[in-house]
């Protein structure tokens, strides 16, 4: 069965400071990916996604992720890291049945000024 | 635009009272729909799928019925709440292509307090 692996529960870093979020999938086939961000009380925001092609992918507000499949990864970056970036952050795999994600259970970014 | 729509924001229900979530999307047709629960500290746990109207799937067998009576229009239901039904309800949808699979798109979802 497929599953995600996000390491890290919290993590605080310092606004201006670099930024990676760890994610580890585990999934027989070559695997869809995708980071979701979601601010408190609010739904997922789609931050990027990789299908096929350029293992390093660029999203929204900054991000860029990598996917390393002799790693079974897929790490989100962002050179420096604004206030309005502490929320939590998803890692997800699919494709599993109809279209269904399999999630990690998240990382919560802190941001200290 | 798609957008998608769910109601209501927040919830607060007695153990053993009904419970009826909606989500609707605008913009497209014959998406896939989803049910998520969140939970404290657990991450996403898929709920129900939909594939078409009366297509459910239940991932979780639970307390929790899903159905969709329209295209773009899906419930989840109970006919009585658990305490253990408390959480922050997200629906999602995907578009329909020939690629095989595409991202989702979440919902601004519900918060549920069973007391």
């Known amino acids: 069965a497929q599953s995600v692996t996000q390491p890290d529960i919290h993590i605080t870093v310092s606004e201006g400071a670099s930024l990676e979020l760890r994610c580890n999938y585990s999934?027989?086939?070559?695997?869809?990916l995708f980071w979701y961000v979601q601010s408190p009380g609010q739904g997922l925001q789609l931050l990027l996604k990789?299908?096929?092609?350029?293992?390093l992918v660029q999203g929204i507000k900054g991000f860029e992720a990598e996917f390393k499949r002799s790693q079974s990864s897929f790490n989100l970056r962002k050179p420096s890291v604004h206030w309005s970036d502490a929320a939590e952050y998803f890692c997800?795999?699919?494709?599993?049945?109809?279209?269904?994600?399999?999630f990690g259970k998240g990382t919560m970014l802190l941001v200290s000024p | 635009s798609q957008t998608i729509h769910q109601w209501p924001a927040t919830l607060v229900q007695p153990v053993g009272s009904p419970l009826s979530l909606e989500c609707t999307v605008e913009?497209?047709?014959?998406?896939?729909l989803y049910w998520y629960r969140q939970a404290a500290g657990r991450g996403l746990q898929l709920l129900f799928y939909?594939?078409?109207?009366?297509?459910i799937s239940s991932e979780v067998p639970q307390n929790l019925s899903a159905s969709r009576p329209q295209d773009r229009q899906f419930i989840l239901s109970s006919k009585k709440l658990l305490l253990s039904d408390s959480g922050f309800y997200l629906c999602?949808?995907?578009?329909?292509?020939?690629?095989?699979?595409?991202?989702?798109?979440f919902g601004p979802g519900t918060r549920l307090t069973v007391l």
């Open positions: 999602a949808w995907t578009p329909r292509t020939n690629r095989g699979y595409n991202e989702q798109f």
């Open positions: 999934y027989g086939a070559t695997p869809y």
């Open positions: 990789y299908f096929s092609g350029d293992t």
């Open positions: 997800a795999v699919g494709p599993s049945g109809y279209s269904t994600l399999t």
């Open positions: 913009g497209t047709s014959n998406p896939n």
């Open positions: 939909s594939v078409g109207i009366g297509q």
